[in-house]
């Protein structure tokens, strides 16, 4: 009787764990953005009718898309981009003109 009642015990809590575990995913998001995804050809048929509706070429659409902009340097941005001797970063300026990318962290 004891053995089997521990067996029973262990196997709800791990279906229990397991529900708990399908519920976080769903909600954080980590399930619906696997199963959201689309694929390749529907991307590129997605990119030929914005950039024919926007009256674009599909590479300016993407490049607008992933934030590679030029703007004039007279435009006010907030950032500039500090080089070190490895490197670089951006920090906060009031009168900087320089982009930052997506993605990239601010000192």
Do not use: W
Request: glycine residues 10%.
């Amino acid at each position: 009787m004891g053995e089997d009642c521990f067996l029973r015990e262990c196997a709800g809590m791990s279906l229990e764990r397991t529900e708990e575990n399908r519920r976080l995913a769903s909600s954080s998001g980590a399930l619906a953005s696997i199963s959201s995804m689309i694929n390749g050809d529907r991307a590129l048929k997605i990119e030929k009718q914005l950039a024919q509706l926007l009256d674009i070429e599909v590479d300016e659409l993407r490049d607008y898309l992933a934030g590679n902009v030029r703007t004039s340097s007279t435009r006010r941005t907030g950032f500039r981009f500090v080089r070190g001797t490895h490197g670089g970063h951006y920090v906060r300026d009031r009168e900087g003109t320089d982009i930052r990318p997506a993605g990239v962290s601010v000192r």
